[in-house]
C-alpha cells in the first residue's frame, strides 16, 4: 500500500521533454518492422482475441494500425485518435488478410514518417509512437511472445509523450505534483509546484509506466503500484475517450 507522505523531490526532478520527430519517426519505423516480423505469414493467428482490448482480434488490431497509417499518410485527421476515427479503420480493413495489412502500413510509412518528421509536431509524433507500440504489446500479449520492455527507442519516446501529457493535465486541473522515475527517462516531475502543493512519487520501469498511463492496468493493479503519496486523484485522470483502465487484471 502506498505511503500517505512523499518527500519533497521536485528539486531533483526534470520537466519532461517530448523527443523529436527524427526520433519520433525511427521509433515508428521500428515498431512496423517488429509487427512485421512478428505476423508475417501467420494467417492463423488472426481471429485470436487481443485480451488488452478485448473487443478486438489481432486482424482488427492490425487493422488500425494499418488504417492509422493510411489516415495520417492522407492527412484524414479528422477525430484523431477517437474511437470514431480507429472504429472506421477496423470496420474499413477487417475483412483484410494479415499480410495485406501488414503490405498497407507498409506502403504507408514514408509518408507518414516524413510527415512525423517536422518541427512543431513532436506532440503528435509521439502520440503515434506511443500507440504503435501499445497495439505491439496488446499483440505480443495475445501471441503469448513478449517484445522488447528496456533499452528500447520507441518505449523512451512512448514514455515522454505520456509524461508531457500527463504534466499537461495535472498542471490545467491542478494536480498533485508526480514525480515519475523510471531507468530510460530519470526523475521526471509532472505538474506545476508553483502552485500546488500535494506531492506524490512513483518509480517503475519504462514498460510499466508505458502500460500504467496508457491504459493497460486495472484500478486494482494502479493502486497495487509503489507509491509514495496519495494516488487518489492521479488515478483519478488517468484514461480518455480512447483509453481507460480495465475492468480486469492485464498480467504480462
Not at 28 to 41: F, N
Not at 49 to 71: F, M
Not at 218 to 242: C, F, I, K, M, Y
Amino acid at each position: 500500500m502506498y505511503r500517505h507522505a512523499v518527500a519533497d523531490r521536485t528539486g531533483d526532478a526534470s520537466p519532461p521533454r517530448l523527443k523529436s520527430g527524427a526520433d519520433a519517426a525511427a521509433a515508428y519505423r521500428l515498431i512496423r518492422e517488429r509487427v512485421d516480423t512478428l505476423l508475417r505469414g501467420r494467417a492463423d493467428v488472426a481471429e485470436r482475441v487481443v485480451s488488452a482490448c478485448p473487443a478486438w482480434t489481432v486482424r482488427q488490431t492490425l487493422s488500425h494500425l494499418a488504417g492509422g497509417a493510411q489516415d495520417v499518410a492522407s492527412q484524414n485527421l479528422d477525430g484523431v485518435a477517437t474511437e470514431h476515427w480507429t472504429r472506421a479503420q477496423v470496420d474499413r480493413l477487417s475483412n483484410t488478410g494479415i499480410d495485406e495489412l501488414l503490405d498497407l502500413w507498409a506502403q504507408a510509412i514514408d509518408q507518414v514518417t516524413a510527415l512525423v518528421d517536422q518541427p512543431g509536431l513532436e506532440f503528435p509524433a509521439g502520440q503515434l509512437v506511443f500507440d504503435a507500440l501499445t497495439h505491439e504489446h496488446d499483440i505480443r500479449g495475445a501471441l503469448g511472445e513478449p517484445g522488447a520492455r528496456s533499452a528500447d527507442p520507441a518505449l523512451a519516446v512512448a514514455v515522454a509523450f505520456l509524461s508531457t501529457a500527463y504534466d499537461q493535465s495535472a498542471r490545467k486541473a491542478g494536480l498533485p505534483v508526480l514525480v515519475l522515475t523510471t531507468p530510460e527517462a530519470g526523475s521526471l516531475q509532472l505538474g506545476d509546484p508553483d502552485t500546488v502543493s500535494e506531492r506524490v512519487a512513483l518509480s517503475v520501469s519504462d514498460f510499466e509506466a508505458l502500460r500504467a498511463f496508457g491504459g493497460r492496468r486495472s484500478h486494482r493493479q494502479l493502486l497495487a503500484l509503489p507509491w509514495q503519496g496519495d494516488p487518489t486523484r492521479v488515478l483519478a485522470a488517468l484514461g480518455n475517450e480512447a483509453v481507460r483502465p480495465p475492468a480486469d487484471d492485464l498480467v504480462e
